[in-house]
């Protein structure tokens, strides 16, 4: 028995995809959050970071909400840690009641969207 070479699509998860599925919910259900490092990827923070000052470093923590304490060193990786907990938390989708009528327009969006089909 001859079994059949076909290309298989590997497929990885690197959150790209689920970002842009939860900004496009937010969008639809009308849900507006700051994010309060105001970078998309961990490469642009680790360019913002780069050539700050630890004076900078600091007010941009406060800013962030994570305590400014520490070395230029040490705060650069708490700003990091903590914008990796920021993502991983927006990633997370969990509805416990409806938001919008499911026989809607706007509902019958997000369901596609949650399914996998859109």
Do not use: C, W
Not at 93 to 103: A, C, F, L
Not at 104 to 114: C, D, M, T
Request: zero cysteines.
């Amino acid at each position: 028995m001859k079994k059949s070479k076909k290309s298989e699509e590997i497929q990885y998860a690197d959150g790209r995809q689920e970002e842009e599925e939860i900004q496009r919910l937010d969008k639809i259900l009308g849900i507006r959050e700051e994010n309060p490092f105001n970078v998309a990827s961990d490469q642009e923070l680790e360019g913002k970071l780069e050539n700050m000052s630890l004076l900078d470093l600091q007010e941009y923590a406060v800013k962030a909400g994570v305590f400014p304490s520490g070395t230029k060193t040490t705060l650069k990786s708490k700003l990091e840690k903590a914008f990796s907990s920021y993502r991983r938390s927006r990633n997370k989708v969990q509805i416990t009641s409806h938001m919008t009528d499911p026989e809607s327009k706007r509902g019958k969006e997000v369901l596609k969207i949650l399914n996998g089909e859109a």
